[in-house]
């Protein structure tokens, strides 16, 4: 015991004595600069889908446009129509996850291509298909998840009016590659 004894009296006489206290060692500030990786293009990535919801209004999406491999589409109280005679996916399959509140969602899909719908819940809204389950050789698949709440959706292949609309887009201008 005498050994604490000593050491207590030695810690008393240094807090009583007037040492000056260390000053803080000041180390510099190291800023390192790690490369921030981009956020995934929406489209590309599971995480990051590229939205398309209709709100109140109508939303067309026709034309020559690229199909990125995950969509997600939001009808609201609108209607989204789809249409992919002349897109060009990226992907052999493109995940839709669909949400289709009170609104319609239809999709026109060239021959060839297929949709699979195991993945979407019906609730009280409808969904029909009258396109194949499966894809021809080399043609993609749409791959639908979600749920139609009191929706409509319509997968289908294209009818005369779609044709002629086709037709109309590149009257106009609109540049169509095949």
């Known amino acids: 015991m005498p050994q604490y004894a000593e050491l207590e009296g030695e810690l008393d006489a240094f807090a009583e004595s007037n040492l000056p206290v260390p000053a803080a060692v000041e180390y510099p500030l190291i800023e390192a600069t790690f490369p921030v990786p981009p956020p995934p293009q929406l489209g590309y990535a599971p995480e990051a889908p590229l939205p398309i919801g ?3 209004e109508a939303i067309k999406k026709q034309g020559s446009w690229t199909v990125p491999p995950y969509l997600a589409l939001r009808a609201g109280l609108g209607s989204i129509l789809l249409d992919f005679q002349v897109a060009h996916p990226v992907s052999q399959v ?11 969602i239809t999709m026109v899909v060239p021959q060839g291509w297929a949709a699979q719908m195991v993945a979407l819940r019906p609730g009280l809204g409808s969904r029909r298909s009258s396109v194949l389950e499966e894809p021809v050789s080399g043609y993609p698949l749409l791959y639908l998840s979600g749920s139609m709440s009191l929706g409509s959706l319509t997968v289908r292949y294209p009818k005369a009016s779609d044709l002629r609309s086709l037709k109309r887009l590149q009257a106009k201008g609109q540049q169509i590659l095949r």
């Open 54 to 56: 209709a709100g109140a």
């Open 94 to 104: 493109i995940y839709v996850d669909i949400i289709g509140d009170i609104g319609s």
